[in-house]
């Protein structure tokens, strides 16, 4: 997540977010959003956009950091996801989730993650189940553990998220 932001003598005149690894008709559509959002606020502090809290969070992160960093001069800064520099390896994180543990088993290469196989054997197959279909490659795309979660599955997702962030962890 890349904030741009703008400051003029009357305060923040413009802020353009950029998340590569976004969902576009979620997250994308979150910092389209958010941009104005931020400029009329004056401030980072505003309402996240509801179903996209991990995105919202980021940008809001993203604008302090830009905010922070026009204090010392410097218009322009980012909140990185939290893949930093890891080791190749297959690395399993597990975190409970709505019916169970989420297990998560992350391949990292030396680009970076390649991919992420959830398993949910108590999650609800219609719900939690497809949920960890569409998020192991939506992870594996953002290169950590900072994506949007599933609308409807939030338990589910939240667990995902903490199995994908502990198994990455361990590749640090």
Do not use: H, R, W
């Not at 309402?47 to 302090?64: L, P």
């Not at 189940?129 to 192991?136: H, P, T, V, W």
């Amino acid at each position: 997540m890349t904030a741009t932001v703008v400051i003029g003598d009357a305060g923040i005149e413009s802020v353009e977010l950029k998340g590569s690894g976004e969902t576009p008709e979620l997250g994308g559509e979150a910092l389209k959003k958010l941009g104005p959002a931020f400029v009329e606020a004056g401030s980072a502090d505003v309402d996240g956009v509801a179903g996209c809290t991990v995105t919202s969070d980021a940008a809001k992160k993203a604008v302090e950091a830009a905010l922070e960093g026009a204090k010392g001069g410097q218009a322009e800064a980012g909140a990185e996801g939290d893949s930093g520099s890891l080791k190749a390896g297959t690395y399993e994180g597990s975190a409970k989730g709505f019916g169970g543990d989420v297990t998560a088993t992350v391949v990292v290469g030396d680009n970076g993650i390649e991919s992420v196989e959830l398993k949910g054997s108590g999650e609800t197959p219609e719900l939690g189940g497809e949920a960890l279909k569409k998020l192991g490659p939506a992870f594996a795309e953002a290169g950590s553990a900072d994506v949007d979660g599933v609308a409807g599955c939030t338990v589910t997702s939240e667990a995902a998220k903490k199995a994908v962030q502990a198994a990455l962890d361990q590749a640090k």
